[in-house]
């Protein structure tokens, strides 16, 4: 996949947190367990979204995380991009340095007009976009169990 799992896990995450009918903050610990990804791993992905300015974190017996923002004022490509950077956006897919009009790999031209599909997919869906479709179409956020 394109994305990272620190990022799978991030978007997993928010959505999870925005599709709940919950304010304030809600447990780490909860979510880790109802996603099922690890509480460490998690904890560093949560540090990323706090570092980039979108969620906050309170420690103790009622801590946990809250976004900073309304959910419609957060895109899913905020998130990418707090996670990932935006290579996915600007770099070769095939990772060939110098990559580019000029001097491109065979799969430029084609990546270059998907890249910006995903790019705008990204910007145009917001946090609460999503948390709808969870909430109304019964979507999943957690592996099928096989």
Not at 14 to 19: D, E, G, P, Q
Not at 78 to 97: N, S, T, Y
Request: hydrophobic share 35%; aromatic share 8%.
């Amino acid at each position: 996949m394109l994305l990272s799992k620190a990022c799978e896990y991030g978007l997993r995450s928010t959505l999870y947190l925005a599709s709940l009918d919950e304010d304030g903050y809600v447990s780490i610990g909860t979510i880790s367990d109802k996603l099922d990804i690890s509480f460490a791993f998690l904890t560093k992905i949560f540090q990323q979204l706090n570092e980039a300015g979108l969620l906050k974190s309170h420690r103790g017996p009622s801590g946990g995380v809250a976004f900073t923002k309304p959910t419609d004022e957060i895109s899913l490509y905020e998130i990418v991009v707090a996670i990932d950077g935006e290579d996915l956006f600007e770099e070769c897919v095939l990772g060939l340095p110098g990559c580019g009009h000029e001097k491109p790999c065979p799969i430029h031209d084609r990546w270059a007009t998907e890249r910006s599909r995903l790019e705008r997919l990204f910007k145009r869906n917001t946090l609460d976009d999503m948390a709808s479709q969870i909430k109304n179409f019964d979507v999943r956020l957690v592996p099928t169990v096989t």
